[in-house]
């Protein structure tokens, strides 16, 4: 893939730079972990290709925080605490025209899109946590983490490593001893940050706690972890699906913690579903659907919900969607918790009910503008429905 323009928004004297990629669906702002280059992370062939499928649904956006990569940098007496970083995503929103969008926090930018969401709820609408955490040091009140001891450690390791190849043991276990991958990943850290603002970013990110946001959020969430990520434990992830309401969690197996590495087929489906209707699809019963099986059968209930008047059979659909009879019929039964024809049926009695509130139309009319060729198959099957005929349902709404 040719490398993605790169854009500048301002934030004061402060030049923010980003990347947009991809132009259907809405969008998706990928807040990034520790440090990055927006335009190096296309010379990493892994990471090249978990954008690109990103942004083959969605309109992504990645940019590099202010201190990080092609943005400004900034004093070591200077660096932005998360309301300052909160602030220079609402400007690169609007250097773009974005009023709301989907959030995606990986690692370190996990905090940030949870303050986002508890402070900001007009700006998202569906939020993804992968691999991340609300708190970062272990201490009495918070069992999971490093210990501050053990974060001094790390720090000065980075500080004086700094150039090598340091973390893709943690990263990216699968591929540490790979040579072609060291050089890449050196070079990705050399040009995302100096020594001395990785050191600065590593100890700010280690203060983080957002703990007291995570009452706050109420936009759709769902949480993603390995359970043997090397960097960042299972049990943070765990506590963030313990404390954000309804979210979702969906576990899966692997140590790397960068997510485009060792990516998996249920990790793939599991965000494409969730960004699609804020259900996340775990379900090993639908293995024998390909990806792009499930994907049409997204289409296929799209198509329904606008063609619902129509005479619809599922060997017609499925003709129309080029699958098989039995991947529709199972597939969306599996996917949607409700058969083709049932889902069809309550869309037709529920556009029923709501034509029923006006007067003038005769449920004859009503019958067939919603797809019955027959008025008494309707009154039975409303009556099923809602208990009461159409007459009767009709007259109980007009005495309200």
């Known amino acids: ?18 990347q947009q990629i991809g132009d259907v669906g809405d969008y998706l702002i990928l807040i990034p972990g520790w440090v990055t280059n927006i335009e190096e992370s296309w010379n990493i062939p892994q990471l090249s290709a978990w954008l690109t499928y990103l942004a083959s649904f969605t309109r992504l956006v990645i940019f590099d925080k202010r201190g990080t990569g092609l943005s400004d940098n900034v004093s070591q007496q200077n660096l932005p605490n998360i309301e300052q970083r909160a602030e220079d995503l609402k400007i690169i929103m609007k250097s773009i025209g974005i009023e709301k969008a989907n959030f995606m926090g990986l690692s370190e930018g996990g905090p940030l899109s949870i303050y986002l969401a508890a402070s900001f709820p007009e700006m998202v609408n569906r939020l993804i946590l992968v691999g991340s955490f609300p708190k970062w040091i272990k201490t009495s009140d918070y069992p999971y983490g490093k210990t501050r001891a053990q974060h001094d450690k790390i720090k000065a390791y980075i500080f004086k490593h700094w150039g090598e190849p340091i973390g893709l043991n943690l990263m990216a276990p699968s591929i540490k001893d790979n040579t072609i991958a060291q050089e890449q990943w050196a070079r990705f850290l050399r040009r995302s940050a100096s020594p001395s603002n990785a050191k600065v970013l590593y100890e700010m990110n280690i203060e983080i706690d957002v703990r007291n946001y995570l009452k706050d959020v109420v936009a759709p969430t769902l949480i993603m972890h390995r359970l043997e990520d090397a960097l960042i434990e299972f049990g943070h992830s765990k506590y963030l699906h313990e404390h954000i309401a309804d979210s979702q969690l969906i576990t899966s197996n692997g140590k790397d913690h960068l997510p485009w590495f060792s990516v998996k087929r249920k990790e793939v489906i599991t965000i494409q579903t969730f960004l699609k209707d804020g259900k996340a699809i775990d379900n090993p019963k639908l293995d024998f659907l390909t990806i792009e099986d499930i994907f049409i059968l997204y289409d296929i209930k799209d198509y329904v919900q606008n063609h619902f008047h129509e005479d ?5 659909l499925a003709r129309l969607f080029g699958l098989n009879e039995y991947k529709v019929k199972r597939g969306f039964k599996l996917l949607f918790d409700t058969p083709v024809i049932s889902y069809l049926t309550d869309i037709r009695l529920d556009k029923a009910s709501k034509l029923l509130m006006g007067p003038k139309e005769t449920i004859e009319s009503i019958a067939e503008q919603v797809g019955y060729e027959h008025a008494n ?12 005929s159409p007459s009767k349902y009709r007259s109980d709404i007009t005495n309200i």
């Open 1 to 18: 893939m040719t490398t993605p323009i790169t854009k500048y928004a301002s934030s004061g004297s402060i030049k923010l730079a980003y």
């Open 312 to 316: 619809l059979k599922i060997k017609d």
């Open 377 to 388: 198959n309707f009154s039975v099957a409303f009556k099923r429905k809602f208990g009461l």
